[in-house]
């Protein structure tokens, strides 16, 4: 698999299956790559398959066909890992490490979640994927940010804080809006 730049940001089912061996297989190699990577719209194509083929599954076994639920669980698939990318993005600034843009964190965070994304639909193994990713976001936090293990790994951390705090803080008004629009 060669490196990737804007003018080969094609994502057909080969190159999909291609990226989730690639990433899974050497993580570390793959992160390398995306590290040469000038855009991120194969990326953005890549978690976007990921989260249909994720959607649907989820949708088809589990939620009785309920396309209300599709679509959030889309839209989390989706955002989840943007939302994610942001605050390591911001984390990454505030370390010093201020030369890397949004974009290239975000690739890291699309691939990841992309790549967890295609199992972490069955049953009992979303909990256990959910280490996998984070370990997968902080080896290419490690290749791309060029961050040290130590900073990568305190930064995935710190992520997952502050999300489990913005979700907590923004859980009562969720409710309110609920009641208003019910």
């Known amino acids: 698999m060669k490196a990737t730049c804007a003018a080969d940001a ?3 089912i080969r190159e999909y ?10 993580p570390v190699r793959h992160f390398e790559q995306v ?6 719209r194969r990326a953005l194509f890549f978690l976007m398959i990921s989260g249909i ?3 649907t599954v989820s949708m088809t076994y589990f939620f009785e066909n309920s396309l209300v639920m599709g679509v959030v669980m889309m839209v989390n698939a989706v955002l989840m890992p943007a939302l994610g ?13 201020g030369r890397v843009s949004y974009g290239r964190v975000f690739n890291v965070y ?5 790549a967890v994304m295609v199992i972490s639909w069955i049953p009992g193994l979303a909990i ?11 080896i290419g936090l490690f290749k791309v940010a060029e961050v040290s293990k130590l900073k990568a790994a305190l930064i995935v951390i710190t992520t997952a804080f502050l999300l489990l705090v913005f979700f907590w803080a923004a859980a009562p008004l969720v409710l309110e809006l609920r009641t208003i629009f019910s």
Do not use: K, N, W
């Open 17 to 26: 299956f291609d990226v989730i061996f690639h990433v899974m297989r050497s």
């Open 53 to 55: 083929f994720y959607c």
């Open 35 to 40: 590290a040469l990577e000038t855009g991120s």
């Open 85 to 97: 990318a942001a605050f390591s993005f911001i984390l990454l600034g505030m370390t010093g490490q």
């Open 10 to 12: 094609r994502m057909g």
């Open 128 to 138: 256990v994927m959910e280490p996998v990713r984070a370990v997968l976001v902080g």
């Open 110 to 114: 699309a691939y990841a979640s992309g």
